[in-house]
């Protein structure tokens, strides 16, 4: 079924399928199909009713208009019968939100409210008890009876869930083909087919039919009657009318053309990043576990900061007040900075899980998604470098200037940034977070190494000096080291010099740090930013680690 339906991402396929009797063309072929997988993958922050208003304003038509969309929402909604889970928060699998009951008919709402014309279901049933399994079979029978075409697998059915279906393809183990036809009413049709083999035990009075198909066409059963019944479905007049109907499908139509859309995705790119912006934020809004987290412990760090460094940026008298106020710049970032890449990490890990089936599905491409998660970030980093900035700036006792103030304030912004960006990368080039904070992690000591803190850049050896002009963390220092005392005339005592220079002269030299360049680090550090987030969406678009 992943292979009919285009979502295979493992092994080769030989063979071909067509369509109305032209090869089938996936991108086409996605407008008009839905697909509702085994595990039911949604986003978790938002609601039942939310669920199916982006897929719909996603894959409907761009000539239907709102209110025809809200309106097919609505019908859905009726029909899969989640008008009481309207506002119903979906949450995660086994933990929040829906039972297992419920996700597997919002996954069937899902790709329902899409008006495909045929759907894809891989095994409905798999993990519900038979109350469950009943009411999302009533729900896929009620899809049928709207005229659409249902192709679905199913595991261990029950008789009411077995007779629901019209038709039915029975494989053995290896692919083999052993019945392809219709079931009949009560399952007549499949019946009368097995027991007209010789030596197939008859049915027993109310006996499940799924359950004795399948005993009665086993391995042992074939062993004993010494027969293959893959060979005996070949033979039989069943076989015949089938391939005549496969050769008769497979050769359009006179004056029938191919299935055409003018472009790949129902939507357009602005469109599409509209909707996937209108997610995010509701996404982002309802994860406080994550959003105040990062805000308690922005604020947590920058107190810690401010307490332990209370008033030392007035204290410029000789180089350990100056190397400890730096230091203090340094390490407020940097902690901040990695709580950050380090927190994101597990929400970009599920909504990624989320991206896979929905652009499976012809929803969007990966770049309107890419940068509605990466927009989706800013508020919040905004928030709090404002938070930080007001903190450690006022009880540090940085001098009250406006523009030393905005730079520090723009180095932490940026910083924070990237950080978080960094983070999103991470996640985007490995297999889950898990593997991406382990990777992540093995760069924070060369961050800390080549930084410029421990080992001022002049120190740095020649063959290594190419890396702290690539490290993001070498640029924050200069940045804030630069803003606050690049200018500064006041003296310093330094240990074995007779003459005491200028603060702005000790960190030219022994630092390296030109008071001029603070705008060329502003660009940089904007475009660390821009690189994380650009290298997070090629990634996205590019790797896929789901395998099926």
Same mark, same amino acid.
């Given at each position: 079924?992943?292979? %009919?339906?285009?979502?295979?991402?493992?092994?080769?396929?030989?063979?071909?399928?067509?369509?109305?009797?032209?090869?089938?063309?996936?991108?086409?072929?996605?407008?008009?199909?839905?697909?509702?997988?085994?595990?039911?993958?949604?986003?978790?922050?938002?609601?039942?009713?939310?669920?199916?208003?982006?897929?719909?304003?996603?894959?409907?038509?761009?000539?239907?208009?709102?209110?025809?969309?809200?309106?097919?929402?609505?019908?859905?909604?009726?029909?899969?019968?989640?008008?009481?889970?309207?506002?119903?928060?979906?949450?995660?699998?086994?933990?929040?939100?829906?039972?297992?009951? !419920?996700?597997?008919?919002?996954?069937?709402?899902?790709? &329902? =409210?899409?008006?495909?014309?045929?759907?894809?279901?891989?095994?409905?049933?798999?993990?519900?008890? /038979?109350?469950?399994?009943?009411?999302?079979?009533?729900?896929?029978?009620?899809? =049928?009876?709207?005229?659409?075409?249902?192709?679905?697998?199913?595991?261990?059915?029950?008789?009411?869930?077995?007779?629901?279906?019209?038709?039915?393809?029975?494989?053995?183990?290896?692919?083999?083909?052993?019945?392809?036809?219709?079931?009949?009413?009560?399952?007549?049709?499949?019946?009368?087919?097995?027991?007209?083999?010789?030596?197939?035990?008859?049915?027993?009075?109310?006996?499940?039919?799924?359950?004795?198909?399948?005993?009665?066409?086993?391995?042992?059963?074939?062993?004993?009657?010494?027969?293959?019944?893959?060979?005996?479905?070949?033979?039989?007049? &069943?076989?015949?009318?089938?391939?005549?109907?496969?050769?008769?499908?497979?050769?359009?139509?006179?004056?029938?053309?191919?299935?055409?859309?003018?472009?790949?995705?129902?939507?357009?790119?602005?469109?599409?990043?509209?909707?996937?912006?209108?997610? $995010? $934020?509701?996404?982002?809004?309802?994860?406080?576990?994550?959003? %105040?987290?990062?805000?308690?412990?922005?604020? /947590?760090?920058?107190?810690?900061?401010?307490?332990?460094?209370? !008033?030392?940026?007035?204290?410029?008298?000789?180089?350990?007040? #100056?190397?400890? +106020?730096?230091?203090?710049?340094?390490?407020?970032?940097?902690?901040?900075?990695?709580?950050?890449?380090?927190?994101?990490?597990?929400?970009?890990?599920?909504?990624?899980?989320?991206?896979?089936?929905?652009?499976?599905?012809?929803?969007?491409?990966?770049?309107?998604?890419?940068?509605? !998660?990466?927009?989706?970030?800013?508020?919040?980093? &905004?928030?709090?470098?404002?938070?930080?900035? #007001?903190?450690?700036?006022?009880?540090?006792?940085?001098?009250?200037?406006?523009?030393?103030?905005?730079?520090?304030?723009?180095?932490?912004?940026?910083?924070?940034?990237?950080?978080?960006?960094?983070?999103?990368?991470?996640?985007?080039?490995?297999?889950?977070?898990?593997?991406?904070? +382990?990777? /992540?992690? /093995?760069?924070?000591? #060369?961050?800390?190494?080549?930084?410029?803190?421990?080992?001022?850049?002049?120190?740095?050896?020649?063959?290594?000096?190419?890396?702290?002009?690539?490290?993001?963390?070498?640029?924050?220092?200069?940045? #804030?080291?630069?803003?606050?005392?690049?200018?500064?005339?006041?003296?310093?005592?330094?240990?074995?010099?007779?003459?005491?220079?200028?603060?702005?002269?000790?960190?030219?030299?022994?630092?390296?740090?030109? $008071?001029?360049?603070?705008?060329?680090?502003?660009?940089?550090?904007?475009?660390?930013?821009?690189?994380?987030?650009?290298?997070?969406?090629?990634?996205?678009?590019?790797?896929?680690?789901?395998?099926?």
């Amino acid at each position: 079924m992943d292979v %009919l339906a285009g979502r295979k991402t493992s092994g080769y396929i030989e063979g071909d399928i067509r369509i109305s009797g032209f090869p089938k063309k996936q991108e086409t072929f996605a407008r008009i199909s839905g697909y509702c997988e085994q595990t039911d993958i949604h986003s978790p922050q938002v609601t039942v009713h939310e669920s199916l208003i982006y897929s719909a304003f996603l894959r409907l038509p761009k000539e239907v208009n709102k209110v025809e969309k809200m309106v097919f929402v609505d019908e859905v909604m009726d029909l899969v019968e989640l008008n009481n889970l309207k506002n119903a928060i979906v949450g995660l699998p086994g933990i929040t939100g829906l039972s297992t009951e !419920q996700r597997k008919r919002l996954t069937v709402a899902v790709e &329902l =409210v899409t008006n495909p014309s045929i759907i894809f279901m891989d095994e409905p049933t798999s993990g519900l008890d /038979a109350r469950a399994a009943a009411i999302v079979m009533r729900t896929v029978r009620n899809t =049928v009876d709207t005229g659409r075409t249902v192709v679905c697998t199913i595991h261990q059915p029950s008789i009411d869930i077995f007779e629901a279906f019209d038709e039915l393809l029975l494989m053995k183990r290896g692919g083999q083909v052993i019945y392809s036809g219709p079931l009949g009413r009560n399952s007549q049709k499949i019946i009368e087919y097995f027991e007209a083999i010789p030596g197939v035990t008859k049915i027993k009075e109310k006996y499940n039919p799924a359950t004795w198909m399948l005993e009665a066409s086993s391995i042992a059963v074939e062993v004993r009657l010494g027969i293959d019944f893959a060979e005996y479905y070949k033979s039989s007049n &069943l076989y015949q009318k089938n391939k005549a109907l496969v050769k008769e499908l497979s050769t359009p139509p006179p004056g029938v053309k191919d299935l055409y859309f003018k472009t790949q995705y129902s939507q357009s790119t602005w469109g599409q990043f509209k909707s996937c912006s209108w997610k $995010q $934020q509701w996404t982002y809004w309802r994860s406080p576990e994550y959003n %105040l987290v990062r805000f308690f412990f922005t604020i /947590a760090c920058a107190v810690a900061i401010g307490t332990i460094f209370w !008033q030392i940026g007035r204290k410029r008298d000789n180089i350990t007040d #100056l190397t400890t +106020i730096i230091g203090a710049m340094y390490a407020a970032v940097l902690f901040v900075g990695i709580n950050n890449c380090n927190s994101v990490q597990p929400l970009v890990a599920i909504e990624r899980t989320v991206f896979y089936r929905e652009k499976a599905a012809g929803m969007y491409s990966a770049l309107p998604y890419a940068l509605a !998660q990466v927009i989706a970030e800013i508020p919040y980093v &905004l928030v709090q470098s404002i938070i930080f900035s #007001l903190i450690v700036y006022a009880m540090v006792g940085f001098e009250w200037m406006t523009h030393k103030f905005f730079w520090f304030f723009f180095v932490t912004f940026f910083s924070f940034l990237y950080f978080t960006y960094y983070g999103m990368m991470i996640v985007s080039i490995t297999p889950n977070h898990q593997v991406a904070a +382990i990777f /992540a992690a /093995a760069f924070y000591s #060369l961050f800390n190494l080549f930084s410029g803190f421990f080992i001022p850049r002049p120190k740095i050896p020649k063959w290594w000096i190419w890396y702290y002009w690539i490290c993001p963390v070498a640029w924050t220092i200069y940045g #804030l080291i630069v803003s606050q005392y690049g200018d500064i005339e006041d003296t310093i005592k330094v240990p074995g010099m007779v003459i005491d220079p200028t603060i702005k002269w000790y960190v030219q030299h022994h630092f390296g740090y030109e $008071q001029n360049f603070i705008k060329p680090i502003a660009g940089v550090l904007v475009g660390f930013a821009a690189f994380f987030a650009f290298l997070y969406a090629y990634c996205i678009r590019t790797l896929n680690f789901q395998i099926r």
